[in-house]
């Protein structure tokens, strides 16, 4: 496992200020995605982001 440096990575958020969305080093757009390869396809990680956001809101909407 190795780490990264984006100018792009915004640490407060965990968002790239690039794309304006979740930080997934490698996916589309990335600045990453030319020169760099990863052991989890970004197309996986992206859907496992989407994921965790759906379960997290429909957590909190039994909550309420």
């Known amino acids: 496992m190795s780490s990264f440096s984006c100018p ?3 640490m407060e958020s965990d968002n790239c ?3 304006h969305t979740d930080c997934v080093p ?3 757009g990335c600045v ?3 020169n760099s390869v990863f052991a989890i396809p970004a ?3 992206i859907r ?6 759906e379960r997290e809101r429909d ?3 039994r909550q309420e």
């Open 17 to 19: 200020r690039r794309l």
């Open 26 to 28: 490698g996916r589309p």
């Open 59 to 61: 957590k909190q909407k």
């Open 48 to 53: 496992e982001k989407v994921e965790a956001r």
């Open 8 to 10: 792009h990575f915004d």
């Open 43 to 45: 197309e996986q990680r």
């Open 32 to 34: 990453l995605c030319q």
